[in-house]
Structures are given as C-alpha cells and as structure tokens.
C-alpha cells in the first residue's frame, strides 16, 4: 500500500500537466484514444471481449458493497440481444450512510493527496477500457471505436481534468494564517486554520447516451474536493457505469481508502432512486444530464433544499452555412456530424440556416443554389450512410425505442422530406434497432416545427432571407430553446465577428467552418468547455471554476491568544 | 480621462497586494478604519458633516439619470428625526434596460482593466467616507465610529477583496489557443478563444442594518466579471448606498464609462422593486442579505428563472463557555460583543451554553459556578451600558422598531430575564429609540423558545451538563438554524479540537477563546470567510471563489483552418 506522499511524488507532473493544459487549452489527453494493442496490451482487446461475454446473463459481482437488498437488471442491446446481468440494489438511505462514513476521512486529506489517490485509481481503472467499450456499445447503441473512445480515454480525460480543475481551484487559499492586526502602536493577534468542507454527498444522475462521459466530471469534481459520489444509472444503461465503478472501488480498497467514496445506484421499476437519493439527508450537490423537464424539476427542488445542482438538459443545435472554401469539405464534415451514433448527442446539429440565394463557393468562385445544397447534402449523408466500411460503426444503434417514434413523429409532419430515414444494416446484429437520418424541410414561419430538440437523427434545412435573418434566427433560438453548439460558416471576417458577438451575447459556444476530421459533437477535454453554463440548455460547464468552486466551502477557525 | 492601460499601471500594486492578502489570509486594509483627519484630511470631518446637514430635507441629486420618474423617500433616523430625503425611482425595466447598455462594452474589456477601474472608482469615491458615516448612523442606528468603519473602509476593502478574488478567477484560463492534435502521422488544428460572458445583470438586496457593508462584495463582484449592477436599497435606509452608487457613478462618468453600470433601485410602497426587478428579464445574478422567509422564497423564484442566487440568511448564533484563561477578560469581550449596535448584527452571539457545574478559570484555579458565572456576565454587560464615554456609542440605537417589539415578546416569554433590557441615554439625541441587552435564561428542554433568530439585544444564559452536552446542543443548532458565527472557550486541547472538528462538520466557522480586542461580530476582509455557505444562514460566503465564478461563463469559440 503506497503511502498517500508517495502516490502524490508518483502522480504531480500529471497533475502538474493538465492543470497546465487545463489552464492554456492547448491540446491534452492523458490516455490514448486509439484502442490499439500497441498502447493498451496486445490481449486487451481479446481479453476485454472475453470479459464482457463472460459477464452476459450473470449477475454484476465486481462492487464492493454488503449484501445487496436485492438484483435487477433490465438492460437489452440497442444492437437486439438481452444482455441479462442484474446489478446489486440498496435503498438510498444505506447509499448515502455509506458515503457519509467514507467521506469523512476523505475529506481530511489535502486536494493534492485526494488528487494523486484519484489519479492512481483511475490509472488502474483503465484496464477495463475494452470491456467498457463493449458494455457501452450494447447499452447506448454507439459504434464499438467511439464507445472505447468516449467510455474510455475521452471521460477519463475529462474526469482527470476536473481533478486538474480541483487542484488549482481549492489552492486559491492558504490552510493558515498569522493574522496581526496593527492597532494603534500595539496590535493583536490571531491564528487562524481554514479548511475545506464538502457541501455534502454528490449524486449524479447517468444518462442513456453517454453514461460515463456525462457522469464522470462531476463525480470527480466532487471526490477531489472531499465528497463521496454516487453514481445513479440509467435503468437502461447500467452496465459501464457499474464497470467504471467497480473499478474504482477496488482500486481504492487497494490503496487503503473506503471503497464506498463511490457507489452505484441502481433504479428498479419500484426505487426509481433519483428523486429519493435526492431528498435523503446528507446529499449536498446533484450532477444531472437529462431531459429539460425532469432538469427543471430537480434543479427547483434542489434550490428549496439547499443542495448545489448542475445540469446539462436538452438544447437545440443551429447551424448556418452563408459561403465555404469548398462545399464539399463543409458538407462532408456536416454529414459526418449528423450521421455520427445517429446523432443521439446532445452536441449534435439539428437545424441549418441557408440562405434562399444559395451558398457562395470560394473554391469555385461560384454561388450554389439553396437546391443543389440541399441535394449535396443529402448526397454526402448517403455516401456515410452507403459506405459499408464507415457507415454502420458511425451511425450505430438507436438506443431508446421512442427515438424511433420519435423518427415516426417527424415524418409525418406533414413537412418536405428531403431525405427519409431507413433502417441500416449493422453486418454483426441482424436485430439491431438502427436509423439513417430524416432530413426534412423547414420553414422559419413554423419554427414550432423545429424549435425543439428532436433527439435522434433528425434534422431540417431551413431557408432564410440572408446572413442577417439566419443568425437572427439562431441567436433567438439559443435564447428560447439553449443550445450545446453551434456551427457557423461564412469566408467572410465581418460577418464571422457579427456571428461570434451575437452568438456570445446569446451564451452559446460557437464554431466555425469546420471541415476536417473535427466535428461539432466533439468536445475535447482541456480545451472546450462542453455547456456554457448560460442558456436554458443547463447551468453546468465542463470543467470551469464554477463546476468545482461550488461543492465546499472553505470554513474558518480563529483562535485568540 | 486616463487610458485603461495607465488605470491598470497605476493600481497593478494594490491589485497584486490584495490578490496576495486574498490568499494568504493575512491581514490587510487598504483603507485606514480610524476616522481620522491625519488619514482623511483636516477638513473632511466637517466638511462630511456640512454635507450630510446640507442633504437633510432635500432631494438627492447626485445619481446620473435622466429624468426620474418620481421622487420618494421615507428615512427617519433611529436617533429621533425624520431625515426628509427624496430619491429618484426609475422603474425595473428602465434600470435593467440602463445596465444591459452599460454591460456591453465593459464585458469587452478584460477583467484586469475593468479591476483597474473600479479601484480607481473606489478611491475617488473614498471622498464620501465622513458624510456616509453620518448618512449610515442615521439610518441603521449604528454609533458614529462603527457607522464610519463598516460602510466606509471596512466595506471598501470588501469590494476590493471582491475584485481581487475576481480577477484571480477569471485568469484561471487563457484568452486564446492553438489547438493542434495528432492524428497518427497527421495533425488537426483548430484555433480556439474563450471569453468572460456575464451571467446576466445584477441585483443587489440591500439589508437595513449594514446596506453599504453587504451590498458591495456582491456588486463589485459582479462588476469585475463584466456585469451591471442595481443597488436596490430597503425602504428605510437608502441615504448610505445611495450615496456610494452616486460617488461611482461619478467616477466612472470621468474616466470615460457609462455610469449606469452602477444604478440605484428606490422602493416605493406602490413598487417594492424586489420581485419585479428580479424577474425582468436580463437580470442574471442576485445578491440578497435578509430574513430567512423571503431569502428561501427568492432562492426558489431565481432556481426557477435560470438566476444564480447568493444569499445571506439569517441565523442563530452559539456560544459555549467551558474554561477560560481569565473570566473576566473573556466575560470583557463577550458582553462588548452583545452590546455592540445591540446585537442588529447578524454574527451576533445569542445563545450562551455553560456547564451547569460552572466555569473552570485557569487563572484562579478555580471552578466559577454558574450562578457566579451569570452575576458577571451581567456586571460586565452593565459596565459598558453605564460608561458614559463608550456605552452610548457602543450600542447606538435600535433601527426597527419591530426589535423594540421582539424585546418585549421575549421579556413576556415567561422565561427567567437574568438582566432586563432598558433604554440608554444617547446623549445628543433626547428622542433615540434605545435599548440595552435583555438577557434571558434558557432551558435545554424549551429549545424553541431560543432556537431561532431573536434579532436585536436579546441573549441567552442556557445551562448544559458538560461541554459534550453544550457541543450537542451547538452543532445541533447550527444544522436546524443556521448560523454566522460560534465561539468556544475552552484552554483544554483536546476539547478544542473535538468542537473544531463538530462545528466544521455542521458547516460552522469556529472562533476559540476571544478575549482581546477582536470580537466574535468581526469579520476581516482579505481574512475572514463571511457566511460558510454551508448552513441554512445562506448559500454564499465573502469572498471565496464560487461567490465569483458562478457569476460568469467562460464562452469558446472555435476555427477552422
């Protein structure tokens, strides 16, 4: 057992660095994201396949818990087979008397010891990265690359870096002071101790798409600055979230640290655990990725109770093409973007503003009309979506059944379909729930049409009158709807400033023409802040100073002489 | 007009100086708390005097606005006379549209420049020191030295810790970066800007007892991290912030800024202003100080409204007496702290736990018994009531009358009264509404009767039977009450530590044997945490990180190559 010194010595240059990078934005990433044998062990692949096989249609055995109250377990791949594991189930009061137990020596420990602990144990973790990548992939339906990459290397970045965030932020103050107080020709004296204090347990909330990405930064944000977590799953979407933790605890037991610093909660049709780990005595932050509805919910109820809430609930993602290098570098970057896990991300594009005078082509020098766009466009999803090699591991699987109703809905709008959605073939899984993207036509005249998030690949193309009108129209959709990115393209700097002012003035990140292997769902660890913070789309940053600064307080002593 | 370059050349130093006092916790002031014409110029007593008697029955007229929409004024000081003051009132809309105005250019500026000139703007406004400390003893009652300190330099200093701890937060994160990633042989770049967008304007709730004091950490917090700020005033004590909004909105209009960065709210009893500024839209951040009721109330509408709320509350404020060095010494400080401004503060202590077997006195080697205890807590509270030279301006007079009313409600409780409350003779003033300490004796078993917020001169002597029953009885408190300050005298260590890790745990801050000349009701700028955050006394803490960071998001923008 490494002595807390020791793991601190092992880990500060890491720390040191992503703090740096964290800081400059530069690019950073701790873990490799390619899920080659070459970084990762040449069994690990085999042996992650094995393991996850292994662990079809038994129960989930790696938590470190006491008896279980109970089993469940209801998860079935979006790629069509059961999986069969049941998870073990407690009540949220024995939850959240666990975490109060290990919290309390947890928090006596430096930020840097904290740090160094976490580091180390995520560092161990990060043998289960090809388990997890199955374990996503037939849980949220994504590709099996991306699901390595975002279950793996990208949410370990993301939880380092708001161990990196933590750091910095709990240093801003001294833990002692000599205060001498000059009065007069005499002074007088106290010394004081300040010391950080967790608001309180932290429970965050998984979501059905990105269980781990999603979940990851706030419980590190609230382990590094002295809380236990508990990490509440999707009832869908268990398994890698299990996998992350039970990997956690065990490395914690092996450093010597109580295990239960994190645990699972697992909902069941009778607990469905969030609104009641919520309302248990003891829980002071929530972290929540969901719908707006339930998100407004919580965050009401969380303001009444004196617990801290961030959110990242549903937006609506602009995009507005005015004039490109090349169109069919935009465009191909823009299929992709909308073709990527179906876009079933909260990032993901929805609605384009072109112009009805057409999209100015500087490589061409040649204007092309709103209907040649439009049918580029939906030429470069079908060669994504017709591309045997690329096309089934970008679109994946459709997690949730009601995003097909949800396609259903679209297309019976009663709108121009410009490109309809079809099942696609995914070789392996003749059962998988699959869905190319519906295209459809909009009209700013009904922006109720499209002016709200329809979850899933759908999106609409919609005509405006000019630059002006189509940012006017975003900005006013950032304002009523929030948004997690938008995307603008324009080879002109004076309409590229008019963008960036009033898309900041609106609280929404932006983007801009982009065209090579970067896509607008993407949100890279260090340097993008994934949420602003400052439209309706939640009141959470991935990773500012906020997103730490509000889980403790930092409480004084003074003592007289 | 000075160039922002010079303004940031100029007050580099202080900047830096309170970043590092901010840290390091060590005590500083840039303003000099004496009143003193060695400090403040010969003339300044009397010319702030000349003014303050020029102002009485007159209409305010150095707010820059345009045309007022009405007057309105209803100040009467608790020393005995109406003070026939009017003030401008503008309407919500009218202010909140003035501040987005405002908001835009200076949100452009980058946080050191606008640092710089609210320093300077503080520094010009330090001119109104000896007219506010009138403007502020005729108001909330205070004594005329304590009314100079609190809202001239003690406050200054607050609103200069607040933009240190702003400036320190915001550069956190670079401006820009050159993103550049590996893509095996390959790279992608991307060239990346953050900027600081605030929140939304804020909004200010002015308390009545310190409406200089409390308001300014929130305004100039919000001010550093690009935001507009509205003052509003309660009803009764307008004349202090009015006078501090006028002297920066000078200020600001000589160095070249909108004034209306900084506006005054007026309330009227046809427009109380609180809700209705609240929920115009554009407001984005509110900084409330008073009553629990409408603090939770305004928690949930801005929790409901996407507002990010700080909130000081009220509380409940413990005292447990074990053993002392000295009683007389400790017995000294602690009836100052009970008579200063008659306790219409909200660090005030209230409930005094002591073991029914007495007080141990190091000193003496004796065990004083409880009974003696409370004969001499009682002389020491009658000694500075009857010193003609301190007493009057120790305790001033009673804001509210209201707190008359609580004083007699509690004199009726049917509790014992251990020293009776009485008017003081506040020499000048023959019609000052006064009165002295009420101290009560509580029992363990009618915890209701002393657990909540008996605002004003009001204590109670309530037994315990050992300090592990009088540590219960704190920590207890502090979770079902609230509270802004404990104190414990104890000289044993051991006793020390386990209340140091109790109170911390229920999210108090702690104070230990205060005997000298600092009391329990202090709390230094650059030093002292005001509020923890951490009780149900309020969710925000002067001036720690979060106070500043959650005030503002850090927006990026990405480019394309």
């Not at 030429?379 to 970008?394: C, F, R």
Request: glycine residues 8%; aromatic residues 10%.
């Amino acid at each position: 057992m490494a002595s807390q010194a020791d793991l601190v010595e092992k880990h500060r240059a890491t720390i040191e660095q992503a703090i740096e990078a964290w800081r400059s934005r530069t690019f950073f990433a701790h873990w490799a994201e390619v899920p080659s044998g070459k970084v990762y062990g040449e069994s690990a692949a085999a042996d992650g396949k094995a393991r996850f096989d292994a662990q079809l249609g038994k129960p989930f055995d790696r938590l470190l818990h006491d008896q279980a109250q109970s089993w469940h377990g209801e998860e079935e791949s979006p790629y069509g087979f059961a999986l069969g594991i049941s998870y073990p189930v407690h009540s949220p009061d024995v939850l959240v008397a666990n975490a109060q137990r290990a919290q309390r020596a947890w928090s006596a420990l430096t930020p840097w010891e904290r740090a160094a602990v976490l580091v180390e144990a995520l560092q161990q973790s990060a043998a289960i990265f090809f388990e997890l990548a199955h374990a996503t992939q037939h849980t949220t339906g994504q590709g099996f690359v991306m699901a390595f990459q975002a279950s793996g290397p990208h949410a370990f970045d993301r939880a380092l870096e708001a161990i990196a965030a933590g750091v910095w932020t709990q240093e801003a103050f001294a833990t002692s002071a000599d205060w001498v107080k000059p009065l007069g020709k005499a002074t007088v004296r106290l010394s004081k101790r300040y010391r950080i204090r967790p608001r309180g347990v932290n429970v965050t909330i998984g979501c059905s798409t990105f269980p781990v990405w999603n979940s990851v930064p706030g419980m590190f944000a609230s382990l590094v600055t002295g809380a236990a977590t508990i990490a509440k799953a999707h009832p869908k979407v268990v398994y890698p979230i299990a996998l992350v933790v039970g990997a956690l605890q065990q490395a914690l037991d092996r450093l010597g640290f109580n295990p239960h610093l994190v645990q699972l909660a697992v909902p069941t049709p009778y607990e469905p655990m969030t609104q009641a780990l919520v309302g248990t005595d003891g829980v002071g932050t929530v972290d929540y990725t969901g719908s707006a509805a339930f998100g407004d919910q919580l965050e009401r109820f969380c303001a009444e109770h004196g617990i801290v809430c961030f959110t990242e609930k549903s937006g609506v993602n602009p995009v507005l093409v005015e004039s490109v290098e090349s169109l069919d570098a935009a465009l191909e970057n823009l299929a992709f973007s909308i073709c990527l896990y179906s876009s079933q991300m909260c990032t993901a594009p929805q609605n384009i503003f072109v112009p009805a005078a057409g999209v100015a082509e500087r490589s061409s020098g040649r204007t092309v009309p709103l209907e040649e766009f439009i049918a580029r466009c939906v030429s470069a999803i079908d060669a994504l979506v017709q591309n045997e090699k690329v096309g089934p591991g970008t679109l994946g699987a459709i997690q949730s059944p009601a995003t097909l109703d949800r396609i259903e809905r679209a297309r019976t709008l009663g709108v121009p379909i410009l490109r309809d959605s079809a099942p696609i073939v995914q070789p392996e899984y003749p059962n998988a729930r699959t869905a190319t993207p519906l295209v459809l036509r909009g009209d700013t005249r009904l922006r109720a049409q499209y002016e709200h998030e329809w979850f899933g690949p759908i999106a609409f193309v919609v005509p405006v009158a000019s630059f002006e009108h189509g940012l006017e129209e975003m900005t006013s959709s950032v304002r009523r709807c929030g948004v997690l990115s938008t995307l603008v393209y324009t080879t002109d700097g004076s309409l590229q400033s008019a963008a960036e002012e009033a898309l900041l003035a609106a609280g929404a990140p932006v983007a801009f023409n982009f065209s090579g292997p970067v896509w607008i769902n993407q949100s890279a660890a260090f340097s993008d802040f994934h949420g602003t913070a400052a439209t309706r789309a939640g009141n959470a940053s991935f990773t500012d100073v906020a997103f730490v600064a509000s889980r403790y307080s930092v409480v004084g002593t003074r003592c007289g002489e």
